[in-house]
């Protein structure tokens, strides 16, 4: 998967989309320092977004804004840094 293009919203979000899904946009939210998927306007012409898909997505993601250091510093990956 490539994250394909992506973009500031007005409410500071980012949409972006990605070469498996080209017709659907997943809009992320920031929480601390890093990017998390808030929602995919899926279109009917693409797969369906799996779990695995969408944590792909958060990677890529953070990966192109430099903040993913601070995605892998999460509760979810077993740091209690906070």
């Not at 989309?17 to 899926?42: E, H, L």
């Not at 898909?53 to 890529?60: A, F, S, T």
């Not at 953070?62 to 740091?79: C, D, H, I, M, P």
Request: glycine fraction near 4%; avoid cysteine; proline fraction near 2%.
């Amino acid at each position: 998967m490539r994250l394909t293009n992506w973009s500031y919203t007005k409410r500071y979000n980012i949409k972006g989309q990605f070469d498996i899904f080209p017709n659907s946009v997943v809009i992320f939210r920031q929480i601390k320092d890093y990017y998390f998927v808030y929602t995919v306007n899926w279109s009917l012409s693409d797969p369906v977004v799996s779990q695995s898909d969408l944590q792909e997505m958060e990677r890529l993601l953070n990966s192109e804004l430099g903040t993913l250091e601070s995605y892998f510093q999460r509760k979810f990956f077993g740091n209690d840094s906070e």
